[in-house]
Structure formats: structure tokens, C-alpha cells
């Protein structure tokens, strides 16, 4: 048992060292920012590009082979539950940032996703391909990504809005690469090796990952108060000592702990704001996977070719990266809360009167520009809302408790939609009523996320 404990508190330290981080602050802060981008390459930028799966799984395992007819293809519930895995070990692997630190999380979440994947290559069942590809290559992504997403907001105090998009493209960037990769390799080694291969590639290349994975040490924050409380001082406003300490530690009170002074898990899950907020992001998520994983298949219910709908698909997956940056940016000046609601308007709007009308390719390439633009803003506005409501203190693991509702609508979502679409048929009829029912979900989140906003305040035109 000591040996064990020996051996976790060796491995907690995987990452960059404390002391390479307090010699070399502005160095350490480049290689997490780096690597927190790769790992959104590697980790969600496999379940972005999942749809080449999908083809192949559908062709492998639809119901016109196995001679069941006027039922749901078995093969959808493989994406479905590896994003629900995905989602679930978000929660679970926030928690674990706090025990092991967030280089031996990262480290954990490389094993599983290229055993997972690996172990996929074997499989011959679809029950098989869930437990694999699904449950636990889902999971592996889940837990890189808690760490990646959430850790750069920790060692810049300015322009997290800028950065944090940054990192967030590699998704974007993922989806783009590895989709054309993965369906090079299934050409040249048939689905079975090409699986086995991303398995080994994406376990070296987020082991390495996780190396770069670190927190900000403690002693650089008490630098910054310090200097926090001098500029205050020197301001020449004829402020007291004692009046400028007061303001400077209101100013890291809100960066600690947000525009709600909590402190604790249980706190944060009895607030209003957490609450709007879960709404709001579990189903814009759920919305963002159903276009993203069936519009190449609707572009064909319209009439378009294969190919207009792979090129469709892989504008809109280029879009996020220029969205994610450009809102970003923008957040730092307008603020997080602000942005988020701005950008899902937009993307309410897009669905109802860009995608459900739509029957042309030009009018499908606008809606995936402006789906990616500002749909794909989503995942770098969940951390900085939250870093905007409950502060820098304890961020993966709020951003893990959005998890737990995810994981039911996620996983329902694409079932849902499924059912809509060859329900009703595959002549236009049933994609029009999916673009509907995503407009919709996305209307709804667009209503919880002005709810935070005037919960938090209801002057309009304040920074929030």
C-alpha cells in the first residue's frame, strides 16, 4: 500500500516542474498554451471527425444487411454513447485534476483512448464497438479535455478570452485534419488497421501531451497580488494604503471566485447561474453534434452529392476555428456571458432561416459558415463563463458538473435525430424536421443563457 501511495505521489508531478514554472514563468505559460492546443487536436478533434466512422460503420452494420427493416440502425448508438462517455468522464475527471494534477489526468486519458481505439480494430459486433470506441475511447476524450480546455485560463489574467479560443481551434483544426487521415488510412488498411494505428498514434502523442500540462504555482499568484496592490498604490489618486489594498483584493476576489463569492461544489450546484448555465450548454452541445455528425447525410436528403455534403461538412468544421478565435476576442472586450448569448442567437436564427429553407449548395455553404462561425463558439465560452461566474478556483471541476446533463442529451440527441430523419422519410421531408428540431434546442438554450444574464445583471450594456 505505501508503494502505491509512493508511486501516485511520484506520478502527480508528471507535467512541467514547479521549478521550471517559477524560473521561467512566460516559457511555462507558452508550453501549456501549446499543448493544451494539441491536445484539442488529438482528443475532441477525433470526436469531430467520428462521421467518417459513422459512413463506415452504417455500411457495415445497417439494417438492409441484416435484414432488419423499418427499425433505427444499430450502428448510430456507437457515436451516441461515445459522446455520452465522453461527457460523463468530464465530471469524473474534474474531480481527478484536484487529487492527481492535471498532467497525470492528461496522462490517463491518453491510455484510455488508445487502448479503446486499439482494442476497436478487434472488434467484429457493434455491442463490441460500444464498449470500445465508445465507452471508453468517449471517456479518454472526455478527461483530455477537462484538462486542456480549462487549464491556460490559470496562467493569463488578460485576454483569456483570445487565448482560450485559441486553444479551442484545435478541435476545429482536428476535425479537418483527422477526417481526410482517418479515411486515408481506411483506404490503404481497411477500418480495422486504421483504427489500430490512430489507437497507437494518439496514445504517443497525448503521453507526450501531457507532459506540458501544469498549474500555475501558487507563489506567482501571490506575486501578481503583490504587484496588484502596488499599482493600485502608485496611482497618484491620493488613495490610502489601506484603501488601495481594499480594491486590489476585491480585483483577485473576483478573479478567484467570479461574480459570486462561492467556494465549494456544493455552492456552486445551489446557485441560479449554475443552473442557467447547465441548461443552456447541455443542449446547445447536444444540437452542435446533430449537425455536425449527420450533415453530410442531410445534405444528401436535399439532393446534393457525397461530395458537396463532405465539402459542407468541412467548412463548417473550418468555420469554428475562425470562430472560436475571433469570439474570443471579442469576449475580452464585450465579456463571456455577453458573447455567449450573442453568438447562440445567431446560431437560433441560422437554423430556422438558412438551414430549414435550404435546398441549394450555395445556401448550405452559407449556413455552414455561419453554423461554424458562432455554433463553434460554444466549447471556449463554457470555461470562461465559468471562470466570469465562480472565478479561476476549482474551474475543472465546475466545468466537469456541466458535464453530468450532457451526457443525457448528447447521447439522446443523435438518436433522436436519427429517428426524425428516416421516420420521415429521406426525400427533404425529414431533414427539414431536423433542422427545425435543432433550431428549436438551440432557442431554448438561447433563453436560458439570457436568463444568466439578467440573473447576474440586468443592466444590458454592462461588461459581463
Known sequence: MN???KTLGRLQHVGISKTFSLAHPHAAAGLVVLASFAGMFLGPGLTNSYGVFEEEYENLYSNSRTGAKGSISPAISIGAVHLASNYLFTTIAGALCERLGMGLTTFIGAIMVGTGLFTAGFCTK??????TQGVLAGAGVGTVFIVVSTIPTSWFSKNQGFLIGLVHSGSGVGGLVLAPLTRF???????????KILGLALAAGLSVISLGMASKPDELFDQE??????????TGDNLSEHKASSLAKKRMSVRSFGVRDVRSTGGVLRSQEFWYLNVAVMLAEAAFYVVLFFLPVFSIGIGLSSEQGALITGVANGATIIGRIATGYVADVAGNINMFLVTHLLVTLSCLFLWFPAKSFTVMMVFACTFGLFAGSLTPMVPLCSVTLFGQNGLANNVGLLGIGMVLTTSAAPVVARVFYEKLGQNGGGYGTVALLCGGIYFVATVSIFALRMCVSRRLWTKI
Open 3 to 5: 508503494c502505491i501511495k
Open 126 to 131: 457493434v455491442w463490441q464497438l460500444v464498449l
Open 185 to 195: 488510412l481506411i483506404n490503404t488498411h481497411e477500418l480495422s488497421g486504421s483504427v
Open 225 to 234: 497580488d503583490e504587484d496588484s496592490i502596488d499599482a493600485v498604490s502608485s
